[in-house]
Nanobody, 115 residues
């Protein structure tokens, strides 16, 4: 029902920056939570950052101070500004969105940090 369309992934050198975007469409319900997970090769999927409709945020300890999550409620769009990127940030990043009764996943976008 709800579709999440991601953009902004790619290749970046250590210390560089990228901004991911995810736009939700197809639902009349308010998306109370939007955010990002990631999965690196050989590792489990983990929460990176999330933000509520009231702008409350939550970050993984590994990205605090480097990543910033934000959203445009009118556009149902969530962003992830990634700075000071490290090799260990390399992963497939997945957008997600949730109401009080449902949740949805994006298709994933590859972020590769390498020199």
């Amino acid at each position: 029902q709800v579709q999440l369309v991601e953009s902004g992934g790619g290749l970046v050198q250590p210390g560089g920056s990228l901004r991911l975007s995810c736009a939700a469409s197809g639902s009349l319900f308010r998306l109370l939570v939007m955010g990002w997970y990631r999965q690196a090769p050989g590792k489990q999927r983990e929460l990176v950052a999330a933000i509520t409709s009231g702008a409350s945020t939550n970050y993984a300890d590994s990205v605090k101070g480097r990543f910033t999550v934000s959203r445009d409620n009118a556009k149902n769009t969530v962003y992830l500004q990634m700075s000071s990127l490290k090799v260990e940030d390399t992963a497939v990043y997945y957008c997600y969105a949730a109401t009080t009764v449902n949740s949805w996943w994006g298709q994933g976008t590859q972020v590769t940090v390498s020199s």
